[in-house]
């Protein structure tokens, strides 16, 4: 089975703080996606990739860089965290065998 | 970009059914389907491509009108397991697989 790691559950960041989301995914994947879910706005699309150094902004790309210097591993970063930006943030990759999204079990970040 | 969702949330007793709609501004290529539990991730249950095609396993079958950009998710004879927040997620063919997610409907079974 594919597995998409996050690498924390929960975290808790202050304002200002640079803020690093990392994501692993275990089925050689070519293509990764991060999006963040917020009660009513169901899940929204920030950066997706389909390669190594490659990458392409979604819908709510403000704010948020992404970095993925190897195939397995795709990258959020907060550049400087501010509150509005407190949210679920799911990782995702995609099977083209299957045509789905393999989901990350998801990070929940706070910024205080 | 973002798909709609209806309704919102629902409320079933067990053996009860329901259904969820998606529909899109955009043209189709494909509608995914997609339950998330209470604190898990989503996990994918069925696509459709355009063309029309009904799908389905176990209980829990969908329909994809490509001409009205719509999809539908059946629930029939529903049970406690059902339980979670549904969502569509659409396709229409201008990026990398990346889909763009309805609002979710928040399904609850009760006994």
């Known amino acids: 089975d594919v597995k998409v790691t996050q690498s924390s559950r929960y975290l808790v960041k202050r304002t200002g703080e640079k803020v690093f989301l990392e994501c692993v995914q275990d089925m050689d994947h070519e293509n990764m996606f991060w999006y963040r879910q917020d009660p009513g706005l169901g899940l929204r699309l920030i950066y997706f990739s389909y390669d190594v150094k490659m990458k392409e902004k979604g819908d709510i790309p403000e704010g948020y860089s992404v970095s993925r210097e190897k195939k397995e591993r795709f990258s959020l970063i907060l550049e400087s965290a501010s509150t509005n930006q407190t949210s679920m943030y799911l990782c995702?990759?995609?099977?083209?065998?299957?045509?789905?999204?393999?989901f990350g079990s998801g990070t929940q970040l706070s910024v205080l | 970009q973002q798909p709609v969702q209806s309704p919102q949330a629902v409320i079933l007793r067990e053996g009860e059914d329901a259904v969820i709609n998606c529909s899109s501004s955009?043209?189709?290529?494909?509608v995914h389907w997609y339950r998330q539990k209470h604190g898990e991730a989503p996990v994918f249950l069925m696509i459709l491509l355009k063309g029309g095609e009904q799908k389905g396993h176990d209980k829990i079958s969908a329909s994809f009108n490509e001409k009205k950009q719509q999809s539908s998710l059946y629930l029939t004879a529903s049970q406690l397991s059902y339980s979670g927040t549904y969502f569509c997620g659409t396709d229409d063919q201008t990026g990398a697989n990346n889909l763009f997610f309805g609002t979710g409907t928040r399904l609850t079974v009760i006994p």
């Open positions: 955009k043209a189709l290529y494909s």
């Open positions: 995702a990759s995609w099977d083209p065998g299957g045509e789905k999204l393999f």
